[in-house]
């Protein structure tokens, strides 16, 4: 005798109305699963990059979008810069930077168009690294960091220098194209077809990879 308590599906011979109305369901729930499935896959695979204590993984730029979120999520290894106060604090130490304080700053980075972006005494002079490293982030006139990216871009030229910094992520010469294109056009393009970083998110790709401490 059938169980009165076990239900089953009715069959197309019994009830072809209803064996077509659980088809249709069954179809529906497939549908949407396909669909929710990669929705919560991309979301889980997005990168954390930096903060808190310790190095963080670093991707190049390259593999950024707005300076922050990778595209091809590649980790390219380890990072732990130090941030631009370190520098300037230890600047009067021997040996403390991997190279001299008193360098000229555009003898490795090109003079921009703008106020905040090209550094000179008044005889013409490119000032230092350490001179720049001390300027504010604004002026009315005479010399000043605009943004402080030029701290930031000297904090991570030392930070790669002193080894602090994996080159598979960042290299010098990579570094120097990102001031030579944000100092000359005020944005810089990490990719074909990237929306363009400006001054923000310049910083925030590199203290976000650790390739400079906050």
Same mark, same amino acid.
Request: charged residues 15%; proline residues 7%; glycine residues 12%.
């Given at each position: 005798?059938?169980? *009165? ?6 069959? *197309?011979?019994?009830?072809?109305? /209803? ?15 396909? @669909?929710?499935? +990669? ?21 190049? +730029? ?8 990778? #595209? ?9 810069? #130090?941030?631009?106060?370190? $520098? ?8 403390? $930077?991997?190279?001299? +304080? @008193?360098?000229?700053? !555009?003898?490795?980075? @090109? ?24 300027? @504010? ?14 701290? !930031? ?28 294109? $944000? ?6 393009? *990490? ?5 363009? $970083?400006?001054? /923000? ?14």
């Amino acid at each position: 005798m059938p169980d *009165p308590n076990q239900t089953s599906e009715p069959s *197309p011979q019994q009830n072809p109305d /209803a064996a077509s109305e659980t088809l249709a369901r069954r179809r529906a729930l497939i549908k949407g699963a396909a @669909t929710i499935g +990669p929705v919560v896959l991309t979301l889980a695979s997005r990168p954390v990059l930096g903060g808190g204590g310790g190095g963080g993984q670093c991707i190049a +730029p390259s593999q950024n979008l707005s300076g922050a979120l990778s #595209h091809a999520a590649q980790k390219m290894g380890t990072c732990n810069g #130090h941030p631009p106060s370190y $520098w300037k604090n230890c600047a009067g130490q021997n040996g403390s $930077w991997p190279l001299q +304080p @008193t360098t000229q700053f !555009h003898s490795l980075c @090109t003079p921009g168009n703008r106020a905040g972006t090209r550094f000179y005494t008044t005889n013409g002079v490119s000032l230092t690294m350490i001179d720049v490293l001390k300027l @504010t982030g604004s002026g009315p006139s005479g010399n000043f960091d605009l943004d402080q990216v030029a701290s !930031h871009i000297i904090a991570a030229c030392l930070n790669i220098r002193s080894g602090t910094v994996d080159q598979r992520a960042l290299t010098e010469a990579q570094l120097q194209a990102i001031w030579r294109e $944000w100092a000359l056009t005020g944005q810089y393009i *990490p990719f074909a077809g990237a929306t363009p $970083w400006k001054s /923000a998110e310049i910083k925030n790709y590199l203290i976000a990879n650790k390739i400079v401490g906050i």
